[in-house]
């Protein structure tokens, strides 16, 4: 089992920056994915950032590329989201997921999650 608590949402000015936070307790693996999401009211929960916590490799979705870093300390367990120029667009609840399937941008391969976070970008 995995618990996972997001903060640091917020409201926050079109060009503005926010830091995600998510704090992992319980069972986890270097193999683990950590991934981030958002979900707009209406729409479906899409994936934006993801990592794993021991090799390293990250991803990114198209509309936040060269905005966004996701980076994790291992020791604290603790995944973050730096989210720069931010957009309205960029409003919606963001949730920190983890992927032990191997794959990191489908919401269904997540077995665990956050309760979320709202960020607010006003134009």
């Known amino acids: 089992q995995v618990q996972l608590v997001e903060s640091g949402g917020g409201l926050v000015q079109a060009g503005g920056s926010l830091r995600l936070s998510c704090v992992a307790s319980?069972?986890?693996?270097?193999?683990?994915?950590m991934g981030w999401f958002r979900q707009a009211p209406g729409q479906e929960r899409e994936f934006v950032a993801a990592r794993t916590w021991s090799v390293g490799s990250t991803y990114y979705a198209e509309s936040v590329k060269g905005r966004f870093t996701i980076f994790t300390d291992t020791y604290k367990k603790m995944v973050y989201l730096q989210m720069n120029s931010l957009k309205p667009e960029d409003t919606a609840v963001y949730y920190c997921?983890?992927?032990?399937?191997?794959?990191?941008?489908?919401?269904?391969?997540?077995?665990?999650w956050g309760q979320g976070t709202q960020v607010t970008v006003s134009s």
């Open positions: 319980g069972r986890t693996y270097g193999s683990d994915c």
């Open positions: 997921g983890v992927s032990r399937r191997g794959r990191y941008h489908r919401s269904s391969d997540y077995g665990y």
